[in-house]
């Protein structure tokens, strides 16, 4: 049998020995353990778990000394079995918590351990404090207590059951009202029903006078339609025969706009003709000039044949043909690049160290070239750059289209170099010289070229 279970009274007290020095109590001769009510069992584990840690340590048996250790609300929850096994088992802790109790409770305990019972006082209170004291008559006041809580339960069931059916009535009376509300619903809508009954009929009849009216128009209708078809019949047979008379004379029109078009083909084949062997007789005369001159296709330009010559031959070329004089307006400058077939030729170093010497050389030939290949893709000119030899550099990125890169051979320089493009070019195409240096500019002034500065250009390249 469990400890719960001698709790509750079914299991024989046992002496507690080491304590002859206890004064025995009074029940120590009962041989059975009365069985409890659950909600005085509650209270007598509730009122231990209370006191027990107002005990001094040495008259708290072990197995409860941990549970002394818990918290308040956690003591009577966790420590109720530990607490009725040994309440059950130990009349001498029994004795010594009661004893505690009993003097808290203050008048009632004194009463209680007295064998009296309060008639105001709690049944469930007196019987815990009877049980944990044992006066005189302790068994009949749990007794009265059981009885007292059985009818208090009584009761209560009793007052759930007259509730439970006072509820049941209510809701009965709920669902009688909630019935005659619905049958006076339907009722209504019966009524509703009838009346819409009523109004469709009345417009049945409506609509049925409406479509003998409808049949009726739409007979005169049919009538009607049948009149307007024989009038748009001889109207259609009139527009028919109008038709055929416009179609008459438009194939005449036509006649005679075909008869227009011949005379005007034959006028402009006779014109094309008379143009044709104009141009045909111009063209055999330009060929024949072309055979009494033995001239070729040219595949390359005059500057072309400088840049590819291995030395220079002076004199070859030279002619005297009379410029203007040198100046440093990029307005001036423009007026020449608009020539026909102009020719610019600019001296490289000679521009650059003049105008972002700041710069590596490599920088300097790029930042001219790029500017060099806006100028030749506004105007459509040829272009020309000459570098000093000494200077030049393998893998040059490639120049611009309409930009020519040359650079002068080991031993010459590009001043040499840029007379030589002048001497190459026939005489009466203009040339335009960049550069600052006064011998090249007196040079090519003397083979008839235009010398501009190296500012004309750098002007005209920050304008764009």
Same mark, same amino acid.
């Given at each position: 049998?469990?400890?719960?279970?001698?709790?509750?009274?079914?299991?024989?007290?046992?002496?507690?020995?080491?304590?002859?020095?206890?004064?025995?109590?009074?029940?120590?001769?009962?041989?059975?353990?009365?069985?409890?009510?659950?909600?005085?069992?509650?209270?007598?584990?509730?009122?231990?778990?209370?006191?027990?840690?107002?005990?001094?340590?040495?008259?708290?048996?072990?197995?409860?000394?941990?549970?002394?250790?818990?918290?308040?609300?956690?003591?009577?929850?966790?420590?109720?079995?530990?607490?009725?096994?040994?309440?059950?088992?130990?009349?001498?802790?029994?004795?010594?918590?009661?004893?505690?109790?009993?003097?808290?409770?203050?008048?009632?305990?004194?009463?209680?351990?007295?064998?009296?019972?309060?008639?105001?006082?709690?049944?469930?209170?007196?019987?815990?404090?009877?049980?944990?004291?044992?006066?005189?008559?302790?068994?009949?006041?749990?007794?009265?207590?059981?009885?007292?809580?059985?009818?208090?339960?009584?009761?209560?069931?009793?007052?759930?059951?007259?509730?439970?059916?006072?509820?049941?009535?209510?809701?009965?009376?709920?669902?009688?009202?909630?019935?005659?509300?619905?049958?006076?619903?339907?009722?209504?809508?019966?009524?509703?029903?009838?009346?819409?009954?009523?109004?469709?009929?009345?417009?049945?009849?409506?609509?049925?006078?409406?479509?003998?009216?409808?049949?009726?128009? +739409?007979?005169? !209708?049919?009538? /009607?339609? *049948?009149?307007? @078809?024989?009038? %748009?019949?001889? &109207?259609? =047979?009139?527009? $028919? #025969?109008?038709?055929?008379?416009?179609?008459?004379? +438009?194939?005449? !029109?036509?006649? /005679?706009? *075909?008869?227009? @078009?011949?005379? %005007?083909?034959? &006028?402009? =084949?006779?014109? $094309? #003709?008379?143009?044709?062997?104009?141009?045909?007789? +111009?063209?055999? !005369?330009?060929?024949?000039?072309?055979?009494?001159?033995?001239?070729?296709?040219?595949?390359?330009?005059?500057? $072309?044949?400088?840049?590819?010559?291995?030395?220079?031959?002076?004199?070859?070329?030279?002619?005297?043909?009379?410029?203007?004089?040198?100046?440093?307006?990029?307005?001036?400058?423009?007026?020449?690049?608009?020539?026909?077939?102009?020719?610019?030729?600019?001296?490289?170093?000679?521009?650059?160290?003049?105008?972002?010497?700041?710069?590596?050389?490599?920088?300097?030939?790029?930042?001219?070239?790029?500017?060099?290949?806006?100028?030749?893709?506004?105007?459509?000119?040829?272009?020309?750059?000459?570098?000093?030899?000494?200077?030049?550099?393998?893998?040059?990125?490639?120049?611009?289209?309409?930009?020519?890169?040359?650079?002068?051979?080991?031993?010459?320089?590009?001043?040499?170099?840029?007379?030589?493009?002048?001497?190459?070019?026939?005489?009466?195409?203009?040339?335009?010289?960049?550069?600052?240096?006064?011998?090249?500019?007196?040079?090519?002034?003397?083979?008839?070229?235009?010398?501009?500065?190296?500012?004309?250009?750098?002007?005209?390249?920050?304008?764009?």
């Amino acid at each position: 049998m469990s400890a719960i279970e001698e709790f509750s009274g079914g299991a024989a007290q046992e002496a507690v020995p080491g304590n002859a020095d206890v004064a025995p109590l009074s029940d120590m001769s009962d041989s059975v353990e009365p069985v409890l009510p659950e909600p005085v069992r509650q209270r007598i584990t509730a009122l231990s778990a209370a006191a027990l840690p107002g005990m001094p340590a040495e008259e708290i048996p072990f197995p409860l000394r941990k549970v002394a250790r818990f918290a308040p609300n956690r003591r009577a929850r966790l420590g109720a079995q530990a607490l009725a096994a040994q309440l059950a088992a130990d009349p001498l802790f029994r004795q010594r918590i009661g004893t505690r109790i009993v003097a808290e409770a203050g008048d009632l305990g004194s009463a209680v351990a007295g064998g009296m019972a309060p008639a105001a006082a709690d049944p469930v209170e007196v019987a815990a404090l009877a049980y944990l004291a044992r006066p005189d008559g302790w068994r009949e006041l749990i007794t009265a207590a059981g009885e007292t809580v059985r009818a208090e339960a009584d009761s209560a069931a009793v007052a759930n059951l007259v509730h439970e059916a006072e509820q049941r009535a209510a809701r009965a009376e709920h669902d009688r009202a909630v019935a005659r509300v619905e049958a006076d619903k339907l009722r209504d809508e019966l009524a509703r029903v009838r009346e819409e009954l009523g109004q469709l009929r009345e417009e049945a009849r409506t609509s049925a006078r409406a479509l003998r009216e409808t049949q009726a128009s +739409l007979k005169r !209708a049919t009538d /009607l339609v *049948a009149t307007e @078809k024989g009038r %748009a019949s001889k &109207a259609a =047979a009139e527009h $028919d #025969a109008e038709v055929r008379r416009m179609r008459t004379r +438009l194939a005449e !029109a036509e006649a /005679l706009a *075909a008869s227009g @078009k011949q005379s %005007a083909k034959d &006028a402009r =084949a006779a014109d $094309d #003709a008379r143009v044709w062997l104009l141009l045909e007789t +111009l063209g055999q !005369a330009a060929a024949g000039l072309r055979r009494e001159l033995a001239i070729g296709p040219v595949d390359k330009l005059p500057a $072309d044949f400088v840049a590819d010559s291995a030395a220079d031959r002076p004199g070859a070329l030279e002619r005297s043909r009379p410029r203007a004089q040198d100046t440093d307006d990029p307005g001036r400058l423009d007026q020449l690049l608009a020539l026909p077939r102009a020719h610019l030729i600019v001296d490289g170093y000679n521009v650059t160290k003049r105008g972002f010497a700041e710069m590596s050389l490599e920088q300097q030939r790029k930042r001219l070239i790029t500017g060099l290949g806006g100028i030749a893709a506004q105007t459509g000119d040829e272009v020309t750059v000459v570098f000093d030899g000494a200077e030049r550099v393998h893998g040059l990125p490639p120049a611009p289209r309409g930009v020519r890169v040359l650079f002068s051979h080991k031993g010459d320089t590009a001043d040499e170099l840029i007379r030589q493009l002048v001497r190459a070019e026939p005489a009466g195409r203009p040339l335009v010289v960049i550069s600052s240096d006064r011998e090249v500019a007196d040079g090519v002034r003397r083979h008839g070229a235009y010398p501009m500065g190296a500012d004309s250009l750098l002007r005209r390249l920050s304008r764009g």
